[in-house]
């Protein structure tokens, strides 16, 4: 049973940071490209970040330069290093799984950037 549990999430001052930690189970992880969503309150879900099974990355404008993805194959497990975070980035964050036609979400982590 393919299942991603985050871990992380918590409520930081603005210029804060944050590691998200995603482990999967289920499924051959290696063989996955792994993302981060987040859904702000009243908005859509929307893509942050990627990274391919190759380790290529690729971010949304807005996190680029302050967000960092990186996997860990051997721990089965995916990361997302948030540094200067804004009050913008308050969301749920979810962790995805993708390898055609396969996809699989976790239940999300709840992060807050508020003074």
């Known amino acids: 049973q393919v299942q991603l549990v985050e871990s992380g999430g918590g409520l930081v001052q603005p210029g804060g940071s944050l590691r998200l930690s995603c482990a999967a189970s289920g499924f051959i992880f290696s063989n996955y490209a792994m993302s981060w969503y987040r859904q702000a309150p009243g908005k859509e879900r929307e893509l942050v970040t990627t990274?391919?099974?190759?380790?290529?990355?690729s971010y949304v404008d807005s996190v680029k330069g302050r967000f960092t993805i990186s996997r860990d194959n051997s721990k089965n497990t995916v990361y997302l290093q948030m540094n200067s975070l804004k009050p913008e980035d308050t969301a749920v964050y979810y962790c995805y799984a993708y390898r055609f036609p396969t996809t699989s979400w976790g239940q999300g982590t709840q992060v807050t950037v508020s003074s």
């Open positions: 990274i391919t099974v190759g380790g290529s990355t």
